[in-house]
């Protein structure tokens, strides 16, 4: 009789166990390379919102965090939406409606996208100084270079042995060189 209320009550708290497993936030790699580069400046522009996965419930807020030898150089703050049809979907979008972001130098650096004081993701990148072989147009352009200029890059969370891996194929015809 009492294994029956025992029973009883581990299927009645099932569902909430169930439910307390959500996956963790997450913006895609791939959705963050699609933010604009300026090389002419060596910066960044939100020209719209980047969706993010499974976000928090209501607007949180959030910032991307530009980071160069650990140390922060850029805190840009930025807000995460959900998409009210289905709570798997959000939109990570910028907080004062300021696009633009950026003037980095040369030098190995970290883009993160930070929620609750968490890096939910980052990757990181590198920008060098190209001068323009051109002498009648002498240009100096930031050029942006990291794990997509590869023929592939591979992504996968580093915890879970057993996760799946994914193969990742970017190109931006903005950044191919002339």
Known sequence: MNCRYLIAAALASLPAALVAQTP????????????RFFPQ?????????????????????????????GSTVLTTKTAVEPWPPHNAFGNLKAADGLMGFGKLGAGDYTFNVELQGKT?????????????ADPFDPKTEMVRSGPWSKAAFLIGPVNDAYADIRVDIWLSTRELPG
């Open 41 to 69: 400046q060596g910066s960044f522009m939100m020209a719209e919102s980047v969706p993010v996965l499974f976000p928090p419930p209501g607007e949180t807020p959030a910032s991307i965090v530009i980071k160069k030898g």
């Open 24 to 35: 963790p936030t997450y913006v895609a790699m791939d959705a963050l390379l699609n933010m």
């Open 120 to 132: 939910i993701s980052s990757y990181p990148f590198t920008i060098s100084v190209e001068k323009s």
